[in-house]
């Protein structure tokens, strides 16, 4: 084969491997969380009247079973609903549907509905006012059995490792622990209303940290400055290591 026989071949060869192969393909359908599942179908039971107002949920485990899924999964699905006003939590009770003079659904945040504005350097922010202060009461007003929990929680988040499930629930217990720690049973309550929030923002923070080697250690010690400052009863330290936990997981998420 002469030269230019050879260069031409060469150049038919670089040609074909230029042009992109054609593929048949679908777009790819993001499967919906378990917890939205169990909404939907909750939200079913109710706006079909199979569950009236003022009916009483199942309790924790039969809705476990019934669907399958984790107790994780179905407490993110009622934080949800109450979040939304369509159950209420009554203490030592179970869950009930509202009836339409008790269910306020005006207020929402979400981060996956596409009709709501709420982004996650929203949910920071509001964290951040909450949390904070939140850190300093239970710093004051923890007593020994509360630090025993809280104690406990940190040894679970320490323990989760690489597990990015376990550690986005041992996480969001350990801040919701303090929120009760302060025995403000309003807090408490908005705690609980952020509780669906709490854990999309930990669960993006954690997958962040994951994707990088040493950063999940790091952030466990973020964890325990907290937990010093709330046992030596320090207020003040206290929210500044809320505070600056929070901010350093947005500037790792790059929202700063």
Same mark, same amino acid.
């Given at each position: ?113 596409? +009709? %709501?504005?709420? =982004?996650?350097?929203?949910?920071? /922010?509001?964290?951040?006012?909450? *949390?904070?202060?939140? &850190? @300093?009461? !239970? ?72 994707? +990088? %080697?040493?950063? =999940?250690?790091?952030?466990?010690? /973020?964890?325990?400055?907290?937990? *010093?400052?709330?046992? &030596? @009863?320090? !207020? ?21």
């Amino acid at each position: 084969m002469d030269d230019e026989s050879r260069q031409s071949s060469q150049s038919r060869l670089l040609s074909r491997r230029s042009v992109a192969a054609k593929i048949k393909s679908k777009p790819i359908v993001r499967p919906d969380r378990l917890s939205d599942l169990v909404i939907d179908a909750l939200r079913n039971d109710m706006e079909s009247g199979r569950i009236g107002p003022g009916s009483r949920l199942p309790s924790e485990k039969d809705l476990t079973e019934s669907f399958n899924v984790s107790r994780t999964v179905i407490r993110e699905a009622i934080s949800r609903l109450q979040s939304d006003g369509l159950v209420v939590s009554r203490q030592g009770s179970g869950v009930y549907v509202t009836s339409p003079s008790e269910g306020t659904r005006a207020f929402r945040l979400g981060l996956n509905d596409p +009709h %709501e504005k709420t =982004t996650a350097r929203d949910i920071y /922010e509001l964290r951040i006012c909450v *949390e904070s202060d939140a &850190a @300093g009461l !239970a710093a004051l007003r923890r007593g020994k059995t509360d630090l025993a929990m809280l104690e406990k929680a940190l040894k679970t988040l320490s323990a989760a490792g690489g597990d990015l499930e376990k550690g986005v629930n041992a996480d969001v217990q350990f801040h919701r622990l303090i929120a009760r720690l302060t025995k403000n049973s309003a807090i408490i309550r908005f705690h609980e209303f952020l509780a669906s929030m709490l854990t999309d923002t930990v669960r993006l923070a954690r997958a962040n940290s994951a994707m +990088h %080697e040493g950063l =999940t250690e790091y952030v466990a010690t /973020e964890h325990v400055a907290i937990f *010093e400052a709330i046992v &030596a @009863g320090d !207020a003040e330290k206290a929210r500044h290591a809320m505070r600056m936990h929070l901010n350093k997981a947005q500037e790792r998420l790059g929202l700063l």
